[in-house]
């Protein structure tokens, strides 16, 4: 089963979508010719000459349209040119050493997905604008805010982010989408689709810091970070890093300690009002 896959993965990545099986019980045998019935000078042609090569291109009209593999690979840009050997990431396997993921990615056929082509600044900004008005963000988007994750980002799960969904932190308004969430980095993030829809449908809360963090909060008002470790920390070039001291951090903390202050003070309230038997 193992050597069937192999093959099936190798047919793929050359645009097959059917296998050939080689075994000799499902060999074409050659075509039996009566050599008493031949012309003396009649000639025994066991393969095609040389000058008109055997036409092997498939009949089918979806050839060449088949499913092919995806790998996805995520390392820095200074490791692949060779400034330095930080490993990588390979999708369903873990880390990579910095001489695999050269060797993988030299084979590979790459989708390369450019943004912001233009004649100028202005043009770039008003396509990046245009893109957060969308409700369904490009290749590209994705596959940043999948790279800078990993894995779903509630506490605790660790679903693949390449089979998670996109969830917008900020619900998108799609009567008004320059009143709501925007489709941008700092508004998306991955959810396995169970935790996805706790999050749209329970008690749930969440939110996402300066430092491209993710907050949770329970519905007892308990807050928790969503993954502690990311992409960003394992590929430090996706996102700017600010020094321990920066002003915001504690900025940052503050507010948090304040929401969970606040949510645990109405509970409080609500026991006081409540007394059992409720």
């Not at 490993?87 to 056929?109: E, Q």
């Not at 941008?184 to 969440?206: M, V, Y």
């Not at 300690?257 to 949510?263: K, M, P, S, V």
């Amino acid at each position: 089963m193992s050597q069937r896959r192999a093959d099936a993965l190798l047919a793929l990545a050359h645009g097959r979508r059917a296998l050939d099986c080689h075994c000799p019980d499902c060999a074409p045998e050659p075509a039996e010719q009566d050599l008493d019935t031949l012309e003396p000078t009649q000639p025994v042609e066991t393969e095609a000459p040389a000058d008109e090569p055997a036409d092997t291109s498939p009949s089918c009209s979806c050839a060449g349209h088949g499913p092919r593999p995806t790998f996805h690979i995520i390392g820095n840009l200074s490791t692949l040119v060779g400034l330095d050997n930080d490993p990588g990431m390979l999708d369903g396997h873990g880390l990579i050493d910095a001489d695999t993921m050269r060797s993988l990615l030299a084979d590979a056929i790459c989708d390369v997905v450019t943004a912001g082509v233009g004649n100028g600044p202005s043009d770039a900004d008003a396509q990046a604008a245009a893109a957060a008005s969308r409700y369904v963000p490009s290749r590209k988007l994705q596959s940043l805010v999948r790279a800078g994750e990993l894995c779903c980002t509630f506490p605790g799960c660790n679903q693949p982010v390449w089979i998670s969904d996109l969830d917008h932190t900020h619900p998108f308004d799609h009567t008004n989408p320059d009143h709501g969430g925007k489709t941008s980095e700092r508004n998306l993030k991955p959810l396995c689709r169970f935790h996805h829809r706790i999050k749209t449908f329970g008690a749930w809360q969440d939110s996402q810091d300066e430092y491209m963090s993710i907050w949770f909060e329970s519905p007892t008002g308990h807050v928790y970070q969503g993954n502690s470790f990311t992409g960003r920390d394992l590929f430090g070039a996706l996102t700017p890093r600010k020094p321990p001291d920066h002003p915001a951090r504690q900025r940052i903390a503050d507010d948090r300690a304040a929401r969970t202050t606040t949510h645990r003070r109405k509970l409080d309230e609500w026991d006081i009002a409540n007394p059992p038997p409720f």
